[in-house]
């Protein structure tokens, strides 16, 4: 007869592998995010406030979930007063989909970062996969260590 008490090193032991992995995408995802934030914030120095990009993508990891939402940033009141405020709107992912709609993306995005938003946006689809199926797979084995 098998113990069931003995499985739950080798069940934790997964769990951990798991949650290895989740660190690991969730870093790819910022490596990502960074490429598109520092190429963005480098040609809105060159740019009027008109050809300014609006667009953040930021991971965001919490609990056994990770999450990649790009977000629509404007900016109000005025700097001389003291009023200056950032606003930042989420853009919303179809549901059961693991990417945006290039459309939507593309239709914020300047047309100098077009090709960036894209390429990251490429990127990031398969790290939103992954992470989903980890998620649910950490979600089973917790249910297994507890029962």
Not at 58 to 68: E, F, S, W, Y
Not at 83 to 103: D, F, L, V
């Amino acid at each position: 007869m098998i113990n069931p008490v003995q499985k739950t090193p080798r069940v934790q032991s997964a769990v951990d592998e798991l949650y290895f992995r989740m660190a690991e995408l969730q870093y790819f995802a910022e490596e990502a995010c960074k490429q598109h934030f520092e190429f963005v914030m480098a040609e809105n120095m060159r740019r009027t406030w008109a050809e300014r990009s609006i667009l953040y993508a930021r991971p965001r990891a919490r609990d056994n979930t990770l999450v990649i939402s790009w977000f629509e940033v404007r900016w109000y009141g005025a700097n001389a007063s003291k009023t200056r405020r950032m606003e930042k709107k989420a853009i919303i992912k179809p549901k059961n989909k693991h990417g945006y709609n290039m459309g939507t993306l593309l239709k914020r995005a300047q047309y100098w970062e077009v090709d960036m938003v894209r390429s990251v946006e490429e990127a990031l689809i398969p790290i939103r996969r992954e992470a989903s199926f980890i998620a649910k797979a950490i979600g089973q084995l917790h249910y297994a260590l507890n029962m």
